[in-house]
């Protein structure tokens, strides 16, 4: 033995080798625990991930997935949320009839007000209280351009009058759900833009910037909630209405009929036109030495709050 040196005979040798494992595999758990809570943690924290469709590839998917139908009728009623007064609420009753895939029609009805919207793809008008309106659709009326265009050309023709930039698209999630954006890189929500459920293709969400008279902006949002299938066609059963993340309409379908039979008078805008009349511009009015009744106020407040 050389002296001043040890030496280890093999069972040592063994020992050691086998502590030196066993450190090793510790230290590999203990990496292993503090990587994947990091790596859950990454994982949820971003958008869903995948491969982004082109805008026109996005759209024609929607189209396709709304099903098939000539006609629609729903029957629907809708809470109006008073923004002015805690829960306070009005309500209307409403007949809608899609023509399949160029025309639309609403009838609105309640105690104070009574109110006619006819889209067509290169017009619209408005009758309310038996007058013409000025403006041919409130902001509210925005909402069907989802849901009557089973054509892809036609609806991108029409979103594109809505502003939404149909060249960007982006992957997103929604209350969980993986999204396509359509008119936006998300998060960024201060453009035009729609959101596609990924697995089913139906919209879920409309965003449209909003600017008022005194150039105060704001958004107006659309959700497509509760999709249910009629024989071949999808159609959501409740749509809600947001401006700033604030719950203004509930819109819920009582009843809903496939492919009826329908007039094609109902939509003929310039028939309404000549048969209501034109309704006369702001200042115009026939001025009264009456002052305004408080019943009347009530049913102004109520048209300005539906438009």
Avoid at 65 to 75: F, K, Q, R, V
Wanted: proline share 5%; glycine share 4%.
């Amino acid at each position: 033995m050389i002296k001043g040196v040890e030496t280890f005979g093999p069972a040592e040798r063994s020992v050691g080798s086998n502590i030196d494992r066993a450190t090793f595999r510790v230290n590999i758990t203990l990496c292993l625990c503090a990587f994947v809570p990091l790596c859950l943690v990454f994982f949820f924290s971003i958008p869903a991930i995948g491969h982004v469709l082109p805008g026109q590839q996005l759209l024609l998917l929607m189209t396709e997935n709304l099903g098939s139908a000539t006609s629609l009728e729903i029957h629907q009623h809708v809470i109006v949320h008073d923004d002015t007064e805690a829960d306070a609420t009005t309500q209307l009753s409403e007949t809608l009839t899609y023509r399949f895939s160029n025309a639309f029609r609403c009838e609105s009805t309640s105690p104070s007000l009574t109110r006619i919207h006819v889209d067509t793809l290169d017009d619209a008008v408005t009758i309310q209280d038996g007058r013409v309106s000025i403006q041919n659709e409130s902001r509210f009326d925005r909402y069907p351009d989802l849901l009557l265009f089973h054509s892809r050309i036609l609806l991108q023709e029409r979103l594109s009058r809505r502003g939404i930039d149909i060249m960007e698209s982006s992957l997103g999630r929604f209350e969980g759900v993986p999204v396509y954006i359509l008119g936006a890189q998300y998060p960024d929500m201060t453009t035009a833009q729609i959101w596609i459920d990924k697995e089913t293709f139906h919209p879920l969400r409309m965003l449209i910037p909003m600017r008022d008279a005194e150039g105060n902006s704001s958004i107006l949002e659309f959700r497509y909630l509760l999709w249910q299938r009629d024989k071949k066609l999808w159609y959501p059963m409740r749509i809600e209405c947001y401006e700033d993340e604030n719950l203004v309409r509930e819109i819920v379908v009582d009843k809903m009929t496939i492919n009826p039979q329908i007039s094609d008078e109902i939509f003929d805008i310039k028939g309404l036109r000549q048969r209501y009349g034109e309704e006369s511009p702001p200042g115009q009015e026939m001025q009264t030495t009456q002052p305004q009744s408080d019943i009347q106020k009530t049913l102004d407040d109520f048209k300005k709050r539906y438009e």
